[in-house]
T-cell receptor, first 109, second 113 residues
Framework: GQNIDQPTEMTATEGAIVQINCTYQTSGFNGLFWYQQHAGEAPTFLSY????GLEEKGRFSSFLSRSKGYSYLLLKELQMKDSASYLC??????????FGKGNQVVVIP | ETGVTQTPRHLVMGMTNKKSLKCEQH?????MYWYKQSAKKPLELMFV???????ENNSVPSRFSPECPNSSHLFLHLHTLQPEDSALYLC????????????FGQGTRLTVV
């Protein structure tokens, strides 16, 4: 079966940097996704990693290590609007997408 | 605007009622999905449709019945639900089954009383 593990909540100050970790155990691997979900809204796609290394997109970066079954999402120059739940999802060898529980990030002034 | 629209946004229904959730995507995608999101639990994949054919049913109880009349529309028919079925039901679509990005609707918040 699939196991996607994320910490549940973290608080950070506006302007700071926060790192959200995700570890996974799946049968095969066809990519890892990060989604952002504001309360009461649809999850929106942030990033996709299929090869080891760092993918950078503006203030957000995502890192993947397939050998360690590990990824992190790095949020820089935090803004109040970044307060949201961040979902890690892994596509396994059968192309099934399994989500973690999400990490709630609260940004304070 | 995500290109995936779900109605209604909120629904309260009794355990003996029959209701339907609707999802419409305007993105020209070929795959559509139903997910269930409960508090403190991961998103759970319920059903997958590709080119209007159901390709996955993740052991979902028969009180949930999906329907995909065409590649743009997806329904979830509900009958004799239980209080534990109360959750946010999310629809998503993607170009194909192995695409890098799925687009989600805003969900229907369902409460079963």
């Amino acid at each position: 079966g699939q196991n996607i593990d994320q910490p549940t909540e973290m608080t950070a100050t506006e302007g700071a940097i926060v790192q959200i970790n995700c570890t996974y155990q799946t049968s095969g691997f066809n990519g890892l996704f990060w989604y952002q979900q504001h309360a009461g809204e649809a999850p929106t796609f942030l990033s996709y990693n299929v090869l080891d290394g760092l993918e950078e997109k503006g203030r957000f970066s995502s890192f993947l290590s397939r050998s360690k079954g590990y990824s992190y999402l790095l949020l820089k120059e935090l803004q109040m609007k970044d307060s949201a739940s961040y979902l890690c999802a892994v596509r396994d060898g059968n192309n099934r997408l399994a989500f973690g529980k999400g990490n709630q990030v609260v940004v304070i002034p | 605007e995500t290109g995936v629209t779900q109605t209604p946004r909120h629904l309260v229904m009794g355990m003996t009622n029959k209701k339907s959730l609707k999802c419409e995507q305007h993105l020209g995608h070929n795959a559509m999905y139903w997910y269930k999101q409960s508090a403190k639990k991961p998103l759970e994949l319920m059903f997958v449709y590709s080119l209007e054919e159901r390709v996955e049913n993740n052991s979902v109880p028969s009180r949930f019945s999906p329907e995909c009349p065409n590649s743009s529309h997806l329904f979830l028919h509900l009958h004799t639900l239980q209080p534990e079925d109360s959750a946010l039901y999310l629809c998503a679509s993607s170009q194909g089954l192995v695409e890098t990005e799925a687009f989600f609707g805003q969900g229907t918040r369902l409460t079963v009383v």
